[in-house]
């Protein structure tokens, strides 16, 4: 239970999540890095400290622009965005279940825009994740694009259990598409969390569809999960362009996005892997099935905007 004086109203933005203030000491700023002055070593040795790391800007802001336009255009077809659509203001409305008999169908569609995959799956995130790992590397064909409305935030939990399965040489690389302040719900990572040892061990060899008995996200509430640890929740404001990358063990997860102007929070997660590591299926080649196999489907994108999401 929370004390109260983290409850509503809110004043100035403030980070929030399922409608409980988190209090200002335990926000921290991400470490920023800069991929151009960074040799692979140095981005080794950020990513054993951290557990991430931030590459402001790394993306052409044209290029995520433009990703950005291809999708919302889709959303604003089935009438879940106002015009003008490039805004990515919420409209409370859709017509996606009555345009389209198939949620997988149409989701997989807009994940597999072409502008969007320019930067998914396109050279800069596959230099920047090579030089990581010291080797040629591949994304996955399988993309968790989330266009977040009012009131949505994501648990707290690690990656493991989704993406191990063939290799656990995995990273995530997180892109914003839109500015992200504290009210648009950015995405947190609890610092130094990668070197829990409980947690560590309580994921150890999990498998979100093998192990139905475990939850793959945390129920406690992060900002009291990070004040027992004496951790911060890290975040920032971030703006179009920015990726953050980090390991399957790092917990995170994303505030609640109450910003007043209705406008979505636009983001990507994919995961990139040694190419010459065994790949999961699941996440790889034409109509991939994704974790449950259900395939585009099973995700919370999928689903209209007007629609709560799942929590695994």
Not at 58 to 79: G, H, P, S, T, Y
Not at 122 to 151: E, H, M, N
Not at 242 to 268: P, Q, W
Request: aromatic share 12%; glycine share 8%; proline share 5%.
């Amino acid at each position: 239970m929370l004390p109260e004086y983290w409850r509503w109203p809110l004043g100035k933005k403030e980070a929030v999540i399922d409608g409980s203030v988190v209090p200002e000491y335990i926000l921290g700023e991400l470490n920023r890095t800069s991929f151009q002055e960074s040799s692979g070593d140095a981005l080794r040795l950020r990513l054993e400290k951290d557990g991430y790391i931030f590459f402001p800007e790394l993306m052409d802001i044209k290029e995520i622009q433009e990703a950005r336009n291809e999708i919302f255009k889709r959303l604003f077809e089935v009438d879940e965005l106002e015009e003008p659509y490039y805004e990515g203001r919420f409209s409370y409305r859709s017509r996606r279940d009555e345009l389209y008999n198939d949620r997988g169908a149409f989701w997989e569609t807009v994940s597999n825009g072409k502008l969007l995959r320019n930067v998914s799956n396109g050279p800069v995130l596959k230099r920047v994740t090579s030089q990581i790992f010291g080797t040629p590397t591949v994304g996955f064909d399988y993309l968790f694009l989330r266009a977040v409305p009012q009131g949505r935030f994501t648990h707290l939990h690690c990656d493991s259990g989704f993406f191990t399965r063939g290799t656990n040489e995995v990273l995530t690389c997180w892109i914003a598409f839109t500015e992200i302040p504290l009210d648009n719900g950015p995405l947190f990572i609890v610092e130094g969390s990668h070197k829990f040892i409980d947690i560590h061990k309580s994921f150890k060899d999990f498998d979100v569809v093998l192990n139905k008995e475990q939850k793959a996200s945390i129920d406690e509430h992060p900002a009291s999960f990070a004040s027992k640890r004496n951790a911060k929740l890290l975040t920032t404001t971030f703006t179009p362009g920015d990726v953050l990358i980090f390991g399957m063990d790092t917990l995170h997860g994303a505030f609640e996005n109450y910003a007043a102007d209705n406008r979505i929070r636009l983001t990507c997660d994919i995961r990139y892997q040694p190419r010459n590591k065994p790949k999961d299926p699941r996440y790889f080649g034409v109509n991939p099935g994704g974790t449950t196999g259900a395939g585009y489907g099973e995700l919370n994108g999928a689903r209209p905007l007007i629609e709560d999401w799942h929590i695994r």
